[in-house]
């Protein structure tokens, strides 16, 4: 990128291989599986307030096998944008649009680079079973790495939880179970 083109796309940030990438101007050929994989297994669910360490990346590879096999890449993929901009959890998410515009021009990167079916004029790209395996497994990961309560979340309480189990994968296992799993649905 020349020197024009990188002050026009903002700052830019090194990622785990030594590439740099630009948030605010995000290119299919910045990103890099290696990349997501690490940087998803490093952060914790839930701002960290779990019981124990639960990474994105298992997140991800558990949500991968709860969905139909179609939809089993996007599963994984889901969070990928999350690798380049971050996690936060979902109460601030909701209230922070720019944020959310990121995060999906990101994510809408990213499903360029690996050729998942998007459309870029919908506003959602990910699949509303996806969507909707992600809500479920939300009470999968409260009863296995939150501390109990009795209060309730929003729009949850009715569902079934998925019906996976949550581990706690080391960062080093869920990178490479991670990667694995991208690497067994792409073939």
């Given amino acids: 990128m020349s020197?024009?083109?990188?002050w026009h796309a903002g700052s830019?940030?090194?990622?785990?291989?030594?590439?740099?990438?630009y948030p605010l101007a995000p290119d299919p050929d910045e990103v890099d599986i290696v990349d997501i994989a690490h940087a998803l297994s490093l952060i914790c669910r839930?701002?960290?307030?779990?019981?124990?360490?639960?990474?994105v990346a298992e997140h991800c590879v558990l949500l991968s096998h709860a969905v139909a096999p179609e939809h089993a890449?996007?599963?994984?993929m889901h969070?990928?944008?999350?690798?380049?901009?971050?996690?936060?959890?979902?109460?601030?998410k909701q209230q922070m649009p720019a944020y959310k515009d990121i995060e999906d021009a990101v994510l809408w990167t990213i499903?360029?680079?690996?050729?998942?079916?998007?459309?870029?004029?919908?506003?959602?790209l990910i699949p509303a079973t996806v969507h909707a395996a992600d809500n479920r497994i939300l009470l999968d990961e409260r009863a296995a790495v939150l501390a109990p309560t009795d209060d309730h979340w929003g729009g949850v309480e009715d569902l079934e939880p998925l019906?996976?189990?949550v581990i706690g994968w080391q960062p080093s296992a869920a990178e490479v179970l991670f990667r694995d799993r991208f690497a067994e649905l792409t073939q």
Avoid: I, K, N
Wanted: hydrophobic share 45%.
């Fill in 12 to 21: 830019w940030m090194q990622t785990f291989t030594g590439r740099r990438f």
């Fill in 73 to 76: 890449l996007w599963a994984l």
């Fill in 163 to 165: 019906g996976v189990r």
């Fill in 46 to 55: 839930y701002g960290g307030h779990a019981t124990r360490f639960y990474s």
């Fill in 3 to 6: 020197a024009a083109a990188s």
């Fill in 79 to 92: 969070d990928s944008a999350e690798a380049y901009v971050g996690d936060m959890v979902r109460p601030l």
């Fill in 111 to 124: 499903a360029q680079r690996f050729d998942l079916p998007a459309d870029p004029l919908h506003a959602d």
